[in-house]
């Protein structure tokens, strides 16, 4: 039997001008920056440019996917995991026909149906019944197959009494349950899932992974799942592909997938402190460049080990190339699964002008914060509301261990991204006499 | 197939519900069977306009015919009444409703489906479907509309005929169905072709309006076709070259029984709207290709 879906060398090439082009002026003042600099000088933004290694054929191009190739089987989950930006939603998008890929092709053996974002068409003065029946037809169902699963889609939703209500009036929950009710009755032979599932209660998104799992395994249908959940991606997949600066670099069972995927995101040299200042491949952009980044214990000492109850010190050491106004760090943590902790930054303590020098910032997470996993740390720069000056990347990781933590003191993981501590306040209100 | 009850993976496709995706060539390639399978969204997206329009008003389904009346009655006032446009004989009222009737769902229909793409992007952006569908479902919405502006024409009619006048109603009235048909070929081929050019640059939405209203004064709404034809007829070829002029002339004589029925310019008109269809579906599936990645 064929496969359900099959991709060829799949390419998609992405013209960076494009991109919010919306008037014929922006149209001309690019076409004349291209003969005089000072066009560009007078562009209102620096255009983005492609990211290394990803360059199309001609300056303002970079490839956004190239050379993809894959096939699945029905009855197959698949996982697509890569970080931000490196692809994956443009490959959804062409795979769901939403826009044309520049080369290759892909077969796709059945009936086709994309999620990539819940209550799509959704028409606010329309009450949850019209609705119902304009999503599902917009997501390619006939009106006979959603009559007969109506009750179905609104008992799923839980929001019985409220159907013929315009949807304006719903509570964002009941929305979303909604729209995805209405989604997981679709039946495709083939669905594309894009991070939908971050949306609704733990409850109900528990309850959406059951439906999508019992639709690839009971019905045959092929799912594609393109997530940074790795829970989700370990749980309900059996095969994945990792999606690297437009390319697939790996395909295989998820577990191996997301390893890598992990592994990736920090670099394996990481020994808690990267330090640049003999070498050239420094993260940098025209106006600022990181010298050193370093993990540190209360003492003052290198490491990437920590007990829960002490504080972590995430130092960055950094060069300013020309005066900046207005300048801030980002730090966030996620955890080894996937799951974004927090994001702090130093805004509010940031000097507001950078003459060019040296410089440094120090995040310190207080002890009896953090839950005993490992944590990757991601650093970036930017103005705010202006631009970025260094994008978000994982540079260091961090392993929260040992014994002293308030809620649990068995060595097995407690849940929770982060497991503060606490005040608890136990009292005794009256007390039975115990019958001698 | 879809009336088959589900069962496991061994399950075979038929070879009709393969899809293809490859970059695309040429110029004129539409999917009749897809757009055919799609058939209950162009139901169900004709009922919503219809619906969102008039939810949250007072009026409710009376704006539709509560605008032709109204430019009706600016336009006796304005134009017969003061300016002293003559309506050869036809009761004014009657002589400018008659008219509103294609030219107001020409307008409609270009207006709506020459924001296809922009009012869309956000749903074009996350879900594909046979793009054609929006602006023909916006076409035949319009014609819901027409329905109920063509009974008030009907009400007005017969009143007119019980104060004596003298109304015409006879089987000329078919005629009306072939002059529909070239205003709605027409006005889905130029809004296709200005949505498709709006993909990209949002300026001609700014002209589209402008362009509309010109475009009604040098069509005989206001005043008879026989203005534009006779005299020395030196401005003959506005006539000639507006596909709309003849149409609405035409109106008046399939719902009047008074104007100028003009057999050869009614060709001209019939054929340069089949020409400008044809061209509006080839850009619109150029445009619709690609137009979200520029959203």
Same mark, same amino acid.
């Given at each position: 039997m064929k496969p359900r879906v099959e991709v060829e060398s799949l390419s998609?090439?992405?013209?960076?001008?494009?991109?919010?082009?919306?008037?014929? @002026?922006?149209?001309?003042?690019?076409?004349?920056?291209?003969?005089?600099?000072? =066009?560009?000088?007078?562009?209102? *933004?620096?255009? !983005?440019?492609? !990211?290394?290694?990803?360059?199309? &054929? %001609?300056?303002?191009?970079?490839?956004?996917?190239?050379?993809?190739?894959?096939?699945?089987?029905?009855?197959?989950?698949?996982?697509?995991?890569?970080?931000?930006?490196?692809?994956?939603?443009?490959?959804?998008? $062409?795979?769901?026909?939403? +826009?044309? &890929?520049?080369?290759?092709?892909?077969?796709? @053996?059945?009936?086709?149906?994309?999620?990539?974002?819940?209550?799509?068409?959704?028409? &606010?003065?329309? +009450?949850?019944?019209?609705?119902?029946?304009?999503?599902?037809?917009?997501? =390619?169902? @006939?009106?006979?197959?959603?009559? /007969?699963?109506?009750?179905?889609?609104?008992a799923f939703a839980e929001i019985d009494p409220f159907i013929d209500t315009p949807v304006k009036h719903y509570s964002s929950g009941m929305f979303v349950r909604l729209a995805f009710a209405v989604a997981a009755h679709l039946e495709p032979e083939i669905l594309f899932i894009d991070e939908v599932l971050a949306v609704g209660d733990a409850g109900f998104q528990k309850k959406c992974l059951g439906k999508m799992g019992e639709v690839a395994t009971q019905h045959g249908r092929t799912v594609f799942f393109v997530s940074h959940n790795m829970g989700a991606v370990r749980a309900l997949c059996e095969h994945a592909i990792l999606i690297e600066d437009g390319r697939a670099t790996m395909d295989g069972p998820p577990a191996e997938i997301i390893s890598r995927y992990l592994a990736s995101t920090v670099p394996d040299e990481t020994a808690g402190e990267l330090d640049w200042t003999e070498r050239d491949d420094a993260p940098s952009c025209d106006d600022v460049e990181y010298t050193r980044l370093r993990l540190l214990d209360h003492h003052g000492t290198v490491r990437t080990t920590f007990e829960p109850d002490q504080p972590i010190a995430i130092e960055i050491t950094y060069r300013v190339k020309r005066r900046l106004r207005g300048v801030r760090f980002d730090v966030g943590l996620t955890t080894q699964e996937g799951e974004l902790a927090f994001v702090a930054t130093d805004h509010q303590f940031q000097r507001d002008i950078h003459e060019p020098g040296l410089y440094q910032t120090t995040c310190i997470v207080p002890g009896d914060l953090l839950n005993r996993r490992g944590y990757a740390i991601s650093v970036q720069c930017d103005i705010p509301g202006e631009r970025f000056l260094i994008h978000e990347r994982n540079y260091l990781s961090l392993v929260v261990s040992g014994v002293g933590n308030q809620s649990s003191s068995f060595p097995e993981q407690w849940p929770g991204v982060v497991c503060p501590r606490v005040r608890w306040e136990v009292r005794t209100l009256s007390e039975d006499a115990v019958p001698a | 197939m879809p009336d088959m009850p589900p069962s496991p993976a061994a399950e075979a496709i038929p070879p009709e519900y393969e899809i293809h995706i490859e970059p695309r060539t040429g110029w004129l390639r539409v999917d009749w069977r897809e757009l055919w399978e799609y058939r209950d969204l162009l139901l169900v997206l004709v009922r919503r306009d219809f619906l969102a329009k008039y939810k949250q008003t007072v009026l409710g389904p009376l704006w539709f015919i509560l605008q032709p009346l109204l430019n009706t009655l600016v336009f006796t006032i304005v134009f017969n009444k003061v300016a002293g446009i003559e309506t050869g004989g036809i009761p004014p009222l009657l002589f400018y409703l008659c008219a509103l009737l294609p030219w107001g769902y020409f307008a409609q229909n270009v207006t709506t489906g020459a924001a296809t793409f922009t009012n869309n992007a956000h749903l074009f952006g996350k879900v594909y479907f046979p793009r054609l569908i929006v602006p023909v479902s916006a076409v035949l919405s319009n014609l819901f509309a027409l329905g109920l502006q063509f009974a008030v024409f009907f009400v007005f009619a017969?009143?007119?005929?019980?104060?004596?006048?003298?109304?015409?109603?006879?089987?000329?009235?078919?005629?009306?169905?072939?002059?529909?048909? $070239?205003? /709605?070929?027409?006005?889905?081929?130029?809004?296709?072709?200005?949505?498709?050019?709006?993909? *990209?640059?949002?300026?001609?939405?700014?002209? +589209?309006? $402008?362009?509309?209203?010109? #475009?009604?004064?040098?069509? &005989?709404? $206001?005043?008879?076709?026989?203005?534009?034809?006779?005299?020395? =007829?030196?401005?003959? #070829?506005?006539?000639? %070259?507006?596909?709309?002029?003849?149409?609405?002339?035409?109106?008046?004589?399939?719902?009047?029984?008074?104007?100028? #029925?003009?057999?050869?310019?009614?060709?001209?008109?019939?054929?340069?709207?089949?020409?400008?269809?044809?061209?509006?579906?080839?850009?619109?599936?150029?445009?619709?290709?690609?137009?979200?990645?520029?959203?």
């Open positions: 998609k090439l992405y013209r960076l001008g494009s991109i919010g082009a919306t008037s014929l @002026r922006d149209t001309f003042s690019r076409f004349a920056s291209r003969f005089s600099r000072r =066009g560009k000088a007078l562009g209102k *933004k620096e255009k !983005p440019s492609a !990211p290394a290694g990803r360059q199309g &054929p %001609t300056p303002d191009t970079f490839w956004a996917v190239r050379d993809i190739s894959f096939s699945a089987k029905a009855g197959e989950i698949v996982g697509i995991v890569g970080r931000n930006g490196a692809g994956k939603s443009t490959l959804l998008k $062409i795979l769901s026909r939403i +826009t044309e &890929p520049t080369s290759g092709r892909a077969i796709l @053996r059945g009936r086709l149906a994309s999620l990539l974002e819940v209550g799509t068409g959704f028409h &606010p003065d329309l +009450t949850g019944r019209e609705n119902v029946f304009l999503n599902g037809t917009i997501l =390619g169902m @006939r009106r006979w197959e959603i009559a /007969a699963k109506f009750d179905e889609i609104v | 017969g009143w007119y005929a019980l104060r004596g006048e003298a109304v015409y109603f006879g089987p000329a009235i078919l005629l009306s169905l072939p002059l529909l048909a $070239i205003t /709605a070929a027409l006005s889905l081929g130029l809004s296709l072709l200005i949505s498709s050019s709006t993909a *990209k640059y949002r300026d001609l939405s700014h002209l +589209t309006p $402008i362009l509309i209203q010109l #475009w009604m004064f040098a069509t &005989p709404v $206001i005043y008879p076709l026989s203005k534009l034809i006779g005299g020395d =007829g030196r401005w003959a #070829w506005i006539a000639w %070259t507006n596909p709309m002029a003849s149409v609405v002339e035409g109106f008046r004589f399939s719902l009047l029984g008074r104007g100028l #029925w003009h057999g050869p310019m009614l060709c001209v008109s019939a054929l340069a709207s089949a020409i400008i269809l044809v061209l509006g579906v080839m850009a619109f599936g150029r445009a619709e290709r690609t137009v979200t990645d520029s959203a």
